[in-house]
């Protein structure tokens, strides 16, 4: 590897954790270590704090704090909400709705409830750009839908759902529940969290800790705990609470709104140097759209080259990225969103994705397009 300090350009995996989380994480852990169930003060300060922190998260999105359920992160909240809304609705339907591009945690619960429980899951196609289309969703829904599950941001390409359209759809036209995966846009997508009726959210994609997630579902919406033997949470997830990383969820997400004008501007001007660059070069093509699209990703094809050779070639320069969601790095699969787009072979085995964030310089950006000419050179791919 060269001397030179690594790049990490795959934010959209995982984010470090923030300074001052971090700081708070060591206090808290030191002093606050007893479990917020008990009944002896020491259970009950934790416990105080950790309410603290679930008002303050509802205030910070205007929602209810009694609508807020703390998880391990979002791929337990998609679980349980997907499951949890299906299993406690079936008498009224067994008909489910989502897209073909969601987050395996998504379309993994809607497989099982297929293959398992024998529901009936209409999933919406896509556009060249990751978009569905709000004719396809509205003649989709019918009587006995009673849940429709859309991701706001796409981790793959970035792009934007019209997440506030489909939620007038499907209320003027079902009496099914929406819920968003809101994991790619908190912190960065502006979003009402009115028009929905349950959304999941982590901690560790907008700089917090990993293992911390809230489950949103308001009061209105029927659902079956999944997790029970318990009263933490108000009965909605039974086990010992992490009341650290519970606490800890307020601060990360009121550092993240805070610095949002600061870290939008800075990942913009990235984003647009990195795509004129890329756009630039014959081999290449973006995959990710120009329009209604997350400045924190941009997602590309090398024609010439598999997504494995340049994955290790930016490893071994010190650069890091990845080639689709990281829950299927390690499958053989190529990226579901980019085959649902109708992409060619040749994109489809030569895509990279890049996770842009404040913290990357201009300096790394030119830098990540220098080693990618020298890898194309360098595997018989010159620059023409």
């Known amino acids: 590897m060269p001397n030179l300090n690594p790049i990490y350009f795959d934010h959209v995996s995982s984010t470090p954790v923030h300074p001052e989380v971090l700081k708070s994480q060591s206090e808290l852990s030191l002093l606050h270590y007893a ?35 703390f998880t391990s992160g979002a791929t337990e909240s998609n679980n349980a909400i997907i499951k949890g809304i299906a299993f406690a609705n079936i008498t009224k339907g067994k008909h489910l709705i989502t897209t073909s591009v969601e987050h395996s945690s998504v379309l993994e619960s809607f497989k099982q409830l297929e293959t398992s429980f024998g529901f009936e899951v209409t999933y919406l196609s896509v556009d ?33 759902m019209p997440v506030k359209a489909c939620s007038k759809i499907i209320k003027e036209n079902s009496t099914a529940y929406f819920h968003v995966d809101e994991v790619q846009a908190i912190g960065k997508i502006p979003f009402d ?130 080639a689709q969601s990281t829950c299927n790095s390690k499958t053989k699969h190529v990226s579901i969103t980019l085959q649902a787009m109708g992409l060619s072979e040749a994109a489809l085995n030569g895509s990279l994705r890049v996770g842009i964030a404040a913290s990357n310089t201009q300096e790394e950006a030119e830098r990540f397009i220098k080693v990618l000419k020298e890898g194309l050179v360098s595997y018989g791919s010159p620059l023409r």
């Not at 300060?45 to 359920?69: D, F, G, N």
């Not at 978009?131 to 792009?159: F, P, Y």
């Not at 606490?247 to 647009?272: C, M, P, W």
């Open 35 to 69: 479990n917020s169930e008990a009944l002896h003060d020491a259970g009950h300060r934790i416990a105080s704090m950790v309410e603290k922190s679930r008002e303050s998260i509802a205030a910070l999105l205007k929602i209810k704090p009694e609508s807020i359920t």
């Open 193 to 322: 969290f009115s028009f929905v009726d349950a959304a999941s959210c982590s901690a560790h994609k907008i700089n917090g800790v990993k293992g911390s997630g809230l489950m949103i579902v308001k009061e209105k919406v029927k659902i079956l705990s999944l997790i029970t033997g318990g009263q933490q949470e108000n009965g909605h997830r039974g086990g010992t609470a992490n009341a650290i990383n519970n606490i800890l969820f307020a601060k990360t997400l009121r550092l993240a709104l805070s610095e949002y004008d600061s870290h939008l501007k800075q990942v913009q001007l990235l984003n647009a140097y990195l795509r004129d660059e890329l756009k630039a070069i014959k081999e290449i093509i973006v995959n990710s759209p120009e329009h209604d699209v997350s400045p924190y990703i941009i997602n590309f094809s090398v024609l010439t080259l598999s997504s494995e050779v340049l994955l290790n070639w930016f490893n071994s320069q010190g650069i890091y990225v990845s």
């Open 128 to 160: 060249k750009e990751g978009r569905i289309s709000l004719d396809e969703l509205k003649n989709a829904l019918r009587t006995d839908t009673t849940l429709v599950s859309i991701m706001h941001v796409n981790n793959e390409i970035g792009t934007i």
